[in-house]
């Protein structure tokens, strides 16, 4: 009798303990699912904010753009954003330096140097020269003479009917001209290889021009280029916008495709 009793006991026991180690476990399973909950919401919470932020900081760019635009101007804004060049509305010293240089009358030294001398231990390219004449029917208000400039004044523009040098070698370490500026190798972002010297102060530049001047820095392997098509380029043109403009279009992990205007 006391043996059945103690079995019946131990039987209960046993019970307890097999419902007392499936709960433990139902809960150690509950657990990591309730971790992986937390985890998601914070996610989800941090997204949200993220999203939130970019929102908010977009809604900020266009009021300053709407501002700077009442402000200054189509024409103004455009002149601001030539020096503004990483576009946050707001000149810092180095953005300013090209200004301050006109009004100061003091030029800096070129960022780039650039060597007439092609290095010999670099590659040689083939640069090819397509050049495609003037069409007089889409001067449509120049066929009979343009704002009082005679035939004659435009002969030059008529006559030119090919490329000045058709093909021409280059050593390659020129092109370190095109490099972005300040390791600025985002895809996508633009800057200024050749900044332009143009501003409100200096309006444009006289037409009584017939000789470019002597091109420094980055402007060197742009002269050499339109050289091929025209014996005395400017590489500053009389109004604005003037200078260059490069864009990094594709890179890998040895070149640039590098695009520039």
């Known amino acids: 009798m006391a043996s059945d009793v103690r079995q019946r006991k131990r039987q209960k026991e046993g019970e307890v303990g097999l419902r007392e180690g499936g709960s433990r476990a139902a809960e150690a399973r509950k657990q990591p699912a309730k971790i992986s909950l937390w985890v998601l919401l914070g996610v989800g919470l941090l997204a949200l904010g993220a999203g939130g932020w970019r929102y908010y900081l977009g809604c900020e760019r266009a009021k300053q753009q709407k501002d700077a635009l009442k402000s200054l101007g189509s024409e103004g804004l455009f002149l601001f954003s030539s020096f503004d060049t990483n576009n946050d509305l707001c000149l810092s010293p ?36 397509r050049f495609q004449p003037l069409l007089l029917e889409t001067m449509t208000k120049s066929k009979d003479g343009f ?16 490329a000045e040098i058709p093909s021409r070698v280059f050593s390659s370490s020129l092109f370190k001209a095109f490099l972005p500026v300040k390791n600025k190798v985002e895809l996508g ?73």
């Open 147 to 162: 704002l009082g400039v005679s035939h004659s004044a435009l002969s030059g523009l008529r006559n030119w009917k090919s």
């Open 94 to 129: 180095e953005e300013f330096k090209p200004l301050a240089e006109k009004l100061t009358g003091i030029a800096s030294v070129p960022d780039f140097e650039s060597s007439e001398e092609p290095d010999p231990n670099s590659e040689m390219l083939t640069i090819e020269a």
């Open 189 to 261: 972002d633009t800057w200024w290889m050749i900044p332009t010297e143009l501003t409100i102060f200096t309006g444009y530049l006289s037409n009584n021009r017939f000789y470019p001047p002597t091109p420094q820095g980055r402007e060197v392997i742009v002269h050499k280029l339109l050289s091929m098509l025209h014996p005395r380029p400017f590489v500053k043109t009389r109004f604005a916008p003037q200078g260059a403009v490069a864009c990094v279009r594709a890179s890998s992990d040895f070149y640039y495709d590098i695009v520039f205007r």
